[in-house]
């Protein structure tokens, strides 16, 4: 049976920065909704599940429309890939929806990476490198094998990640201060973003960093900067960035048997046409390997086409 273009879908993106959702009817895009991160690591699966809920309702307040007349819920939350972790946050969903008059039939949690898939290939095979707050490559081989690199999340990895970035920054700072390292810009503006930090006394920066004045990612766009204007410490970690980050496609380019593997850039690092996007770009055409190609579409264009997969199934 064909899929008529009538449905009404919801698809959100759960980043470990924020969340962004919309709503789709017949086909066009009725309601857009913002928030803060989901990333269960981060806040919580508790709180992550509300923050969804609170996404949804406020989507379909603005579309004007009761959640019973939606057909899919899709949602795609950074850090979860283990089945058991989408079990959970979908039986919490419901069960808080519930709770809040909120009816989800159908829903469909998955991780953000596979929704970034989705939308840049519309289920054709390739690999999807998403650089943001972490960093991860997933990719498509044939009809239905997907494998995965990275995306273990700052705790333990993440290298090349915005976060990855933000933590480099600040060890440079540290190594300047004790004089292990050469002197960098950063130190200067990590006083005038967070004047509780006092260079005098270097601990301040342990206080500050303990209080949760700052994240890794918040100096993610200093180091950037920094490293567009010359400063060569910081324009080491964006080299060192950019070859991490390279390991990831390294790795998984091993799984296919095509001669021209299509790969694409996605990530908020990436849409910020930043150095280290540029140098990507460089990395990518140097191996004969890969075709960098752009994305046909966003991961919530990833999203609702899942959407539109599940509805038909079901048809």
Not at 39 to 68: H, K, M, P, W, Y
Not at 201 to 224: C, G, H, S, W
Not at 292 to 309: F, N
Request: hydrophobic letters at 40%; a neutral charge; proline letters at 2%.
């Amino acid at each position: 049976m064909a899929l008529k273009d009538d449905y009404t879908i919801i698809g959100i993106d759960g980043g470990g920065t924020r969340t962004r959702g919309v709503l789709s009817r017949k086909g066009k895009i009725i309601s857009i909704s913002n928030a803060g991160t989901t990333r269960v690591g981060t806040v919580g699966v508790g709180e992550s599940c509300e923050r969804l809920l609170n996404v949804i309702s406020d989507l379909c307040q603005q579309a004007d429309i009761d959640t019973v007349e939606l057909d899919a819920v899709v949602i795609g939350l950074a850090g979860v890939w283990l089945e058991e972790e989408k079990m959970r946050s979908t039986q919490l969903l419901k069960t808080l929806g519930r709770g809040q008059n909120v009816v989800l039939n159908d829903l469909l949690v998955l991780s953000d990476a596979e929704l970034a898939l989705e939308g840049a290939f519309g289920g054709e095979q390739g690999i999807v490198l998403i650089v943001g707050t972490g960093s991860i490559s997933v990719g498509k081989v044939g009809k239905d094998k997907l494998i995965r690199c990275g995306g273990w999340g700052i705790e333990l990895d993440d290298e090349g990640s915005g976060a990855w970035i933000g933590r480099e920054g600040l060890t440079a700072v540290a190594r300047a201060l004790d004089g292990r390292g050469n002197p960098t810009v950063l130190t200067k503006q990590l006083t005038e973003l967070f004047p509780t930090i006092n260079i005098n006394q270097p601990r301040t920066i342990v206080k500050a960093y303990a209080e949760r004045n700052f994240e890794y990612q918040m100096l993610t766009p200093i180091v950037m900067k920094a490293a567009e204007k010359g400063d060569k410490v910081c324009q080491d970690i964006i080299k060192r960035s950019a070859m991490h980050l390279m390991e990831l496609l390294g790795a998984l380019k091993k799984q296919y048997r095509i001669n021209k593997i299509p790969v694409a850039l996605m990530g908020g690092i990436i849409d910020a046409d930043t150095l280290l996007s540029k140098i990507l770009d460089k990395e990518i055409a140097k191996d004969k390997s890969f075709v960098h190609i752009k994305p046909k579409g966003s991961a919530l264009d990833g999203a609702i086409s899942i959407g539109k997969k599940l509805i038909k199934e079901m048809d």
